[in-house]
Nanobody
């Protein structure tokens, strides 16, 4: 496991943009498969976007064309554009060393950040 720390987020108006970042404490993320999940108020944690160690990306249908996930050896980013109120959630970054088929199942990730809040006002 690796300790992950998110930053960014906050309050933004609908149509606006936010950038989230996630870093590992004391180690590189180069070999990790990484993802962003979110938990809207009163709902379960859901997959948002993922990126494999080789750079292949995957997105939830609800964010395709609006969100972009990117990474380097040290930082995982999520650029969020054209935000809508339904994007309001606590956003978590997640990581794992194993290369597994599914990027969308939260139970297959063993490292998690503490979460950062994104609130989109209408």
């Amino acid at each position: 496991q690796v300790q992950l720390v998110e930053s960014g987020g906050g309050l933004v108006q609908a149509g606006g943009s936010v950038r989230l970042s996630c870093a590992a404490s004391g180690r590189t993320l180069r070999s990790y498969e990484l993802a962003w999940f979110r938990q809207p108020p009163g709902k379960g944690r859901e997959f948002v976007a993922g990126v494999r160690s080789g750079g292949v990306t995957d997105y939830a249908d609800s964010v395709k064309g609006r969100f972009t996930i990117s990474r380097d050896n040290a930082i995982l980013n999520l650029e969020m554009n054209s935000l809508i109120p339904e994007d309001t959630a606590l956003y978590y970054c997640a990581g794992r060393l194993k290369s597994l088929r599914s990027m969308t199942r939260r139970d297959l990730f063993d490292s998690w950040g503490q979460g950062t809040q994104v609130t989109v006002s209408s």
